[in-house]
């Protein structure tokens, strides 16, 4: 059975972090990535990791968020992580766990994601 769970959210003043974690169950997941939503704006891609073992192969990022978070995966714990610096008021958002199955490339692209996490908040205060 498919299962995603996010944990690590909160609330936090600008220029601060946070670490956001993932744990995973039911399959290997070659491509798994981290998206946001804030009211009223659609969902969006924030990174994704493309691991299909035990080395990384490739990561990608918005370029909101380009230099401040870092994705990153623990096979050995079945737990993806974002870790989130010099945060911002305009990322406050729910933050979603996603993964794919047989994917050989990074994508933002939440359409092509087939798993979801339930989410979990982040909030940034000015």
């Known amino acids: 059975q498919v299962r995603l769970v996010e944990s690590g959210g909160g609330s936090v003043q600008a220029g601060g972090s946070l670490r956001l974690s993932c744990t995973f169950s039911?399959?290997?997941?070659?491509?798994m990535g981290w998206f946001r939503q804030a009211p009223g704006k659609e969902r969006e891609g924030v990174a994704s990791?493309?691991?299909?073992?035990?080395?990384?192969?490739?990561?990608e990022y918005a370029d909101s968020v380009k230099g401040r978070f870092t994705i990153s995966r623990d096979n050995a714990k079945n737990t993806l992580y974002l870790q989130m610096n010099s945060l911002k008021p305009e990322d406050t958002a729910m933050y979603y766990c996603?993964?794919?199955?047989?994917?050989?490339?990074?994508?933002?692209?939440?359409?092509?994601?087939?798993?979801w996490g339930q989410g979990t908040q982040v909030t940034v205060s000015s």
């Open positions: 996603a993964a794919r199955s047989g994917a050989r490339a990074t994508t933002l692209d939440k359409n092509e994601y087939n798993y």
């Open positions: 990791i493309y691991a299909p073992g035990r080395f990384i192969y490739n990561v």
């Open positions: 039911g399959y290997t997941y070659t491509n």
